[in-house]
């Protein structure tokens, strides 16, 4: 039902949408960050024992680079 709206939308109509949803989007990113923050500082290290599950399950180094590239900017520790 989605991708037949979506073929009978113009072009101009989803450019629209996408611009309009992109800045709720970065809105919304931006407010989660904005919990995580305050959470990290009330609770330090809750992070790293957060995705600790996925490093140890982590077989393969691509799976732990790809771990670190995300969260290597905001958290160094790990």
Do not use: C
């Amino acid at each position: 039902m989605a991708g037949k709206r979506q073929k009978n939308t113009s072009v101009v109509r989803r450019t629209e949408w996408a611009v309009r949803d992109r800045e709720r989007f970065k809105e919304f990113v931006n407010e989660l960050r904005g919990y995580n923050d305050s959470l990290e500082r009330l609770f330090p290290g809750a992070i790293f024992q957060a995705v600790r599950p996925d490093i140890e399950q982590s077989v393969g180094l691509e799976e732990l680079q790809l771990l670190q590239e995300a969260t290597a900017e905001e958290h160094h520790e790990m």
